[in-house]
């Protein structure tokens, strides 16, 4: 089975500091992707890799930044986490092109207070 | 762009009810269709897919068509258990929107024994 693992399951952090979210996918897919949920919004796409040291952003890529050193990790960036931060965060990965099946990590609760 | 607008919630459904929820989509290609579903306290998992036109995806009990004439592609149960309670996702994915996925924003369903 795909595993993709979220370092954090539950973050609270102060205003303004940098807040590091991790994720590892042990499949050795090519792309991967992070959300943000939030209620009423569904998933929105945050930045996404399609091979290592690649990215691209997503549809809210403000205030976020992201690092793919190696292929099966994928970190998320607060630079200086604020209030509107607080969210659910979604990792996910997927093999090859567009319109394969996501595997989705368990999520990290983010809290900014 | 692409774009996929399903039915709010939440719904909330005796034991053995019959089950629909709406989705419908707007594409420029020709997309790849999805159902996703996030139980409590977790991601989201792929629940069915179809690929193209007439297609019929299917698990668990769980059914959609994909209906190109009405841009559609609903999800149906026969007969809902408790266990089935959960947030469901409609997804697209198409060539021409990259690595992208787009997602409706989830519909909530409680199922009451």
């Known amino acids: 089975d795909v595993k993709v693992t979220q370092s954090s399951r539950y973050l609270v952090k102060r205003t303004g500091e940098k807040v590091f979210l991790e994720c590892v996918q042990d499949m050795d897919h090519e792309n991967m992707f992070w959300y943000r949920q939030d209620p009423g919004l569904g998933l929105r796409l945050i930045y996404f890799s399609y091979d290592v040291k690649m990215k691209e952003k997503g549809d809210i890529p403000e205030g976020y930044s992201v690092s793919r050193e190696k292929k099966e990790r994928f970190s998320l960036i607060l630079e200086s986490a604020s209030t509107n931060q607080t969210s659910m965060y979604l990792c996910?990965?997927?093999?090859?092109?567009?319109?394969?099946?996501?595997?989705f990590g368990e999520g990290s609760w983010l809290t900014v207070v | 762009g692409n774009s996929v607008t399903q039915m709010e919630g939440p719904v909330t459904l005796s034991e053995e009810a019959f089950l629909t929820i709406n989705c419908t989509y707007t594409?420029?290609?020709?997309?790849?269709l999805f159902w996703y579903v996030q139980y409590p306290g977790e991601g989201l998992q792929l629940l069915l897919k179809?690929?193209?036109?007439?297609d019929k995806g299917s698990n668990k009990g769980f059914e959609a068509t994909y209906r190109k004439e009405t841009t559609s592609f609903h999800l149906e149960k026969g007969s809902v258990q408790v266990s089935d309670s959960a947030v469901y996702f409609c997804?697209?994915?198409?060539?021409?929107?990259?690595?992208?996925?787009?997602f409706g924003a989830g519909t909530r369903l409680f199922v009451k024994a």
């Open positions: 996910a990965s997927s093999f090859g092109e567009p319109g394969n099946t996501i595997y």
């Open positions: 179809a690929t193209k036109a007439d």
């Open positions: 997804a697209l994915s198409d060539r021409g929107g990259g690595f992208k996925t787009i």
């Open positions: 594409a420029t290609g020709y997309p790849s």
